[in-house]
DNA sequence: CCCTGGCCGCTTTTT
DNA sequence: GCGGCCAGGG
């Protein structure tokens, strides 16, 4: 494709620090691959003096899939990267400098609960006063602002919340370090200590990396933005890419701040706008503009397509999510006929919850199909199970995954027993494998010495089994017959096992691919991808099925046709954010994402009633949908009636939610006689420093009220699901 | 030690 | 609807 001026401009802008402003489908990876490519092909930097980042693995695979295509072989030495490959690496080499070894292990969010759990039974802090999740999300949000032990400890003075969970904090960094293993967020944490406090380190890298490019930089954290600001310290030639209207991971720490606030950090930074679209028509187009256009927080762009109008955006009310699913099937069979293949089209939702009823349809409809997310492949039980074997062969340190085999499949080792193990492992500072070792010397483990032994020597023969020279593949035989794993899982659950065991062997071709592709491919280099791989990495695209997956998974992917199902008010945009005009941003950056991967058709399905999580609800059209302009759209909801012009904007709407009953004058209307979200002017009267209980929230403190048309805005601090701002007449809550 | 059954609470998105 | 957690019985 050639180059339009703007794209131009951006791969030959290559001295300084450089902001892209790339909109959806403006061709942003074909100007990161031209501009490595420019930068080699001109002999400004040698490739591996070139540092490209990006989010998932995905987008890094396909990056230098497409380098090695423009440039041939050479291009496998540029480092393209995910931020935490990346600094794995670092860590990896330079790691001892912080106290880890070369083989560190990468806790996942499971092995991540299991630690807190040890931590506040150590501390004696029980989970129903302080749950481990809140624990949790607390120190990883600490850490994407690098604010370490110490610092969170400090700012926790005389807030007793604070202090216990900065006594969690400290002693989970101690069992993490005890155990050789870090965290997601310790990862980029560790990078960026490892770079500040060892000048060597850092020169080493800031002379090594000529040129930084930094993908989806909305998405970047703090301590990712201290990362490649330290990382491109040397050369200052720093070009980051981004689209601030598809900011969609605020709730995981990024902050859309980094790239609103460039230009001030890096002085005479130079900005370009990518805004010609090359996806989608211009029907679609305006659609995701005229929605976008309803946020407040951003640079402001318009996407333009020298294609054609195209198709209108469909939209459909259906009765129920059942419903919904059997349309979306016909629609894709009758695609089909027409001359579609399968894998033209997605269909994406909000939540993992929804792909179930789409799943069965599917199947039902003989749809070959595929589901990305949910469970990822490697968090299935017995997946877990194996891998952990693997995990303590490698490092025998990992407390975690070795307390997760200790007693499976079962040797008589139960939980009274594991715990005491563990309790000495922490007591003494030493692993829990070192306390199996050596448990004919405590008192606590003298009655299950011999048991513990054996388990210590079984894992001990793994390792010289490996150190013999068996592959893996040889390993994970090794495994499964000296456990009896096949055994336990066809006693233990008879009716999966097979499933199970064919999970297991896929394992084991997995390992073929590997060697394959990389004759050095070590048990170590496994266990990283297991860690840091999710399945959308792996999601193919030549294989002929219709995808399904959540609206996150989406970003940076298109389809020629685009189902997005629970167009709902409280689906999408999710309940959970319609208090607070930031997370409602960000839902709708969401739906410009969603909207924007379509390229010739878009669906979009709403439900009246949705059976979820045991329950049915009952919803009305998303905010989304009426924020389209109608020359763009079509609707083709069967029973028209439904849908008269839009009023009310939701549960805001000055009108109110009752609007939606006087829309269904026919027999509906006793379903839909009932809203259950009316407001309750009970005139209750609400001031700063009250103490309040809502029905999801729970407890918490108004720290501020202000006045807005008849109602009033309140912010409240809950006790657990933090600061949230409310509607007093909306959100029913009761003063105690 | 191990299994079972019942109850409770949650229920967004993911590198 | 499901998974985690606990209590009680084998």
Not at 210 to 220: L, S
Not at 331 to 337: C, G, M, R
Not at 503 to 512: A, P
Not at 538 to 558: P, R
């Amino acid at each position: 494709m050639a180059l339009n001026e703007m794209q131009r401009q951006a791969v030959e802008c290559t001295e300084g620090p450089l902001l892209v402003l790339a909109g959806a489908g403006s061709g942003k990876t074909t100007v990161l691959v031209n501009r490595v490519r420019y930068i080699i092909e001109k002999g400004l930097a040698l490739p591996w003096q070139v540092l490209a980042i990006t989010f998932t693995n995905k987008a890094a695979g396909e990056l230098k899939e497409r380098l090695v295509k423009a440039l041939g072989e050479e291009a496998n030495e540029i480092w393209a990267f995910t931020f935490h490959s990346c600094c794995a690496r670092m860590l990896r080499r330079f790691g001892e400098r912080l106290g880890y070894t070369g083989h560190f292990t990468i806790y996942d969010t499971d092995d991540q609960r299991r630690v807190m759990k040890h931590c506040q039974k150590s501390l004696g802090i029980s989970d129903k006063i302080l749950n481990h999740k809140s624990i949790i999300n607390e120190i990883s949000a600490a850490k994407d602002s690098l604010i370490g032990v110490k610092e969170y400890r400090e700012s926790s003075a005389n807030d007793f919340r604070k202090s216990k969970i900065a006594d969690c904090y400290e002693l989970y960094q101690k069992e993490l370090l005890k155990a050789d293993a870090m965290d997601f967020d310790d990862i980029i944490f560790n990078a960026v200590r490892l770079l500040e406090e060892n000048g060597d380190v850092r020169e080493h890298y800031q002379k090594q990396f000529k040129y930084v490019m930094v993908d989806e930089y909305q998405d970047t954290s703090h301590a990712q933005y201290v990362l490649v600001s330290l990382l491109a310290g040397g050369y200052e030639n720093i070009c980051v890419v981004g689209d601030d209207d598809q900011s969609i991971y605020r709730f995981r720490g990024a902050t859309v701040e980094n790239i609103l606030s460039f230009e001030q950090r890096f002085k005479n930074a130079k900005v370009i706008r990518l805004e010609q679209n090359y996806r989608s028509t211009q029907n679609i187009l305006d659609g995701a503009n005229a929605v976008i256009a309803n946020n407040k927080n951003r640079k402001g762009k318009n996407l333009w397509t020298a294609a054609g109008a195209g198709e209108k955006i469909i939209l459909n009310t259906v009765n129920n999510e059942n419903e919904e699913s059997s349309f979306i099937a016909q629609e894709i069979l009758k695609n089909v006929e027409n001359g579609r293949k399968m894998s033209d089209h997605a269909i994406l939702y909000r939540m993992n919850a929804q792909s179930r009823n789409l799943e069965i349809t599917l199947t039902k409809s003989g749809i070959p199909h595929k589901i990305i997310g949910g469970n990822r492949f490697f968090d299935r039980r017995e997946i877990k199970d194996i891998v952990s074997y693997f995990a303590v062969v490698n490092n025998p340190a990992d407390n975690v995954r070795l307390q997760r085999i200790l007693n499976v499949p079962k040797r008589g080792i139960g939980s009274t027993m594991a715990a005491n193990v563990m309790e000495i492992s922490t007591g003494l500072g030493i692993s829990a494998f070192e306390v199996c070792e050596r448990s004919d010397e405590f008192q606590k483990t003298l009655r299950s010495a011999q048991k513990l032994k054996d388990f210590a020597a079984l894992i001990r023969h793994f390792q010289n089994f490996l150190n013999d020279g068996a592959t893996l593949t040889e390993l994970l035989e090794e495994i499964i017959k000296e456990t009896g794993y096949f055994e336990y899982l066809a006693e233990d659950e008879p009716e999966s096992a097979e499933d199970r065991k064919n999970n297991i062997n896929e394992l084991s071709s997995m390992f073929e691919n590997y060697i394959q592709e990389d004759g050095d491919f070590e048990l170590s280099d496994f266990l990283e991808d297991v860690a840091l791989v999710s399945d959308i990495d792996s999601y193919n695209e030549n294989e002929d099925c219709v995808v399904l997956m959540t609206l996150h998974s989406a970003k940076g992917l298109e389809f020629p046709v685009v189902f997005i199902s629970g167009m709902e008010e409280g689906i999408f945009p999710s309940s959970l954010s319609v208090y607070s005009t930031e997370d409602l941003e960000e839902e709708r950056r969401l739906a410009y994402v969603g909207i924007t991967r379509a390229k010739e058709k878009l669906y979009l399905i709403n439900a009246r009633t949705r059976m979820l999580y045991g329950t049915t609800g009952r919803n009305m059209i998303s905010r989304f949908i009426r924020e389209l302009p109608e020359s763009v759209t079509e609707d083709i909801t069967a029973d028209v009636y439904s849908r008269q012009s839009p009023v009310s904007v939701g549960r805001f709407g000055r009108s109110g939610a009752e609007t939606i009953i006087n829309r269904s004058s026919s027999s509906a209307a006793g379903k839909f006689g009932q809203v259950n979200s009316s407001p309750s002017n009970t005139g209750t009267v609400y001031s700063v420093g009250d103490t309040v209980r809502h029905k999801t929230f729970g407890t918490g403190i108004i720290i501020s009220a202000s006045a807005m048309g008849n109602d009033t805005l309140l912010e409240v601090a809950f006790d657990r699901a933090g600061t949230k701002k409310l509607m007093a007449n909306f959100a029913k809550l009761e003063k105690i």
